[in-house]
């Protein structure tokens, strides 16, 4: 997996702080450019009953993308001054197993505090996701929340109002805030605008924050993440809510969620390349969920269970080109929330999760357990796409 351009999506507010520093990090210890985005609606009708005049709708769109696009251009210098200043403070939050500290402590099957995710085939879908909320969303939201730029390649005039079309933002659109590439992109849903976007550039990643309405921590997958992680070409890396507020000043190690197979052995090999290029270990993990209570043939089963399981990790670490020994673990426990939680995760911890076999080839797609797994972790998440 190359990580030489890394494509952060970008919103005012917290969530897109979160997305942003993380980007950053990515970006910075990778080597990688570093391109922000945001999208917005197109323009061919200015939504609302009143119908104003289409030129002040592109106007405005014109000026929302400006001030967006500069406000991110500020955050990325603070950022990027942060890490070579050693700012990074590790972890926001409490002690392993709590908010901040590590996956787990939050059972799985618990109530998920989202109204309800949006559906991957139409814009916006989730109330959090809508304009004001996220890059992008429903025209329908009306002007006010839905940052625009100018069209690249196109009179100052207006964004041209072409669904996809492409938008180069701030003022003159020239490459700014540490030599970061700030764009605004057109389309009526937020997540497949950057997927399109993420397509035409060559990006190697796609990076958002997490939706509001999780825990401080926590990570919700609302719209714009629910179309990423159902369509997305590229990997896709999810930051917890409240992550840049105080970030880490580096990753310190990769963690894969293993089960034996075609798609967990091509996620290995990827992430064994990343944690090179990173210069951080890479770990193994495999997660044996269990009932409470268990008869003596369910307790010889587990044991075989957890035999294979480490003769799998230790068959998958094999031969890894991380340039140091690659750890492997077994983690047991009622739910995925509590096998995250039986182990120690280091401040600058990123788990890895590959796409569920019966998604499409070359797409990213969330599996249940993966599914799980990022609602559980309080660690960013990137999910890989589906290699044959």
């Not at 996620?267 to 009932?291: E, N, Y």
């Not at 077994?330 to 076999?357: F, H, K, Y």
């Not at 990213?364 to 990137?382: E, H, N």
Request: glycine share 18%; net charge neutral.
């Amino acid at each position: 997996m190359r990580l030489d351009d890394v494509l952060a999506g970008y919103v005012p507010g917290p969530r897109g702080r979160d997305g942003l520093a993380l980007a950053v990090l990515l970006a910075e210890q990778a080597h990688a450019r570093l391109t922000v985005a945001t999208v917005q609606p197109p323009a061919r009708s200015t939504p609302g009953p009143a119908r104003a005049e289409e030129s002040a709708w592109r106007a405005y769109l014109r000026e929302q993308a400006d001030a967006t696009l500069a406000q991110a251009r500020e955050l990325v210098t603070e950022l990027r001054g942060g890490l070579e200043g050693g700012l990074g403070g590790g972890p926001s939050g409490g002690p392993e197993g709590e908010p901040g500290g590590g996956p787990g402590g939050e059972p799985e099957g618990a109530p998920d505090s989202r109204p309800g995710d949006g559906p991957s085939d139409g814009p916006g879908g989730d109330p959090r996701d809508r304009p004001g909320s996220d890059p992008g969303g429903d025209p329908r939201g009306g002007p006010g929340t839905n940052p625009g730029g100018r069209l690249e390649g196109a009179p100052r005039g207006g964004p041209g109002g072409q669904p996809g079309g492409g938008l180069k933002g701030g003022p003159g659109g020239e490459p700014g805030g540490g030599g970061a590439e700030y764009v605004a992109h057109t389309h009526r849903g937020s997540g497949r605008g950057l997927v399109e976007l993420a397509r035409r550039r060559g990006a190697d990643v796609v990076v958002i924050g997490s939706a509001s309405g999780s825990g401080r921590g926590r990570i919700s997958v609302g719209s714009t993440a629910d179309q990423l992680l159902h369509s997305s070409s590229v990997p896709v890396l999810l930051a917890p809510r409240g992550y840049g507020d105080q970030p880490p000043a580096a990753f310190d190690r990769l963690t894969v969620a293993y089960r034996r197979g075609p798609g967990c052995d091509a996620a290995v090999k990827d992430a064994a390349g990343t944690a090179a290029a990173l210069g951080v270990p890479l770990r193994l993990v495999t997660l044996v969920i269990s009932s409470g209570r268990r008869a003596r043939i369910e307790e010889e089963m587990l044991v075989r269970l957890r035999d294979q399981a480490a003769a799998d990790l230790h068959a998958a670490a094999r031969g890894r080109p991380t340039g140091r020994a690659v750890e492997v673990e077994v983690l047991e426990g009622r739910n995925v929330a509590q096998a995250l939680g039986t182990t120690s995760w280091l401040p600058g911890e990123m788990i890895i999760c590959a796409s569920s076999d019966t998604g499409p080839l070359r797409r990213v797609f969330l599996g249940d357990t993966s599914m799980k797994i990022v609602r559980a972790s309080t660690c960013p998440v990137m999910i890989l796409t589906r290699e044959p």
